[in-house]
Nanobody
Framework: QVQLTESGGGLVQSGESLKLSCLAS????????MGWYRQAPGKERELVAA???????TYVDSVKGRFTVSLDNAKRTVSLEMNNLDPAATAVYYC??????????????????WGQGPQVTVSS
């Protein structure tokens, strides 16, 4: 079974920093990309930042210059460094991965996997 286990998150004040980390575990033999989505109350889930296994990154415009996503393919981890946070960043942040893995009895082609989602709250 594949699992995405997140750490980090919590409550911070406006202007402070926070780091999220996510570890992909299981019999994974290929990672295409990993990244982070977020969902604020009453809003749709949106892509925040992601990185391909070759290091190409993408960010939502609102976080460019403040957030940094880093994927370590060998360690199967992705992190999101969030600086100068503001209350608009308050949301549940979900780790996402597109990867291929083996379940022992059979292989799964590249598919979407999601973490449970730590809460990030930024107070003003």
């Amino acid at each position: 079974q594949v699992q995405l286990t997140e750490s980090g998150g919590g409550l911070v004040q406006s202007g402070e920093s926070l780091k999220l980390s996510c570890l992909a575990s299981g019999l994974i033999f290929r990672i295409d990309h990993m990244g982070w989505y977020r969902q604020a109350p009453g809003k749709e889930r949106e892509l925040v930042a992601a990185s391909t296994s070759s290091g190409a990154t993408t960010y939502v415009d609102s976080v460019k210059g403040r957030f940094t996503v880093s994927l370590d393919n060998a360690k199967r981890t992705v992190s999101l460094e969030m600086n100068n946070l503001d209350p608009a960043a308050t949301a549940v942040y979900y780790c996402h991965a597109q990867l291929a893995a083996s379940l022992g009895s059979h292989d799964i082609p590249v598919s979407d996997w999601w973490g449970q989602g730590p809460q990030v709250t930024v107070s003003s």
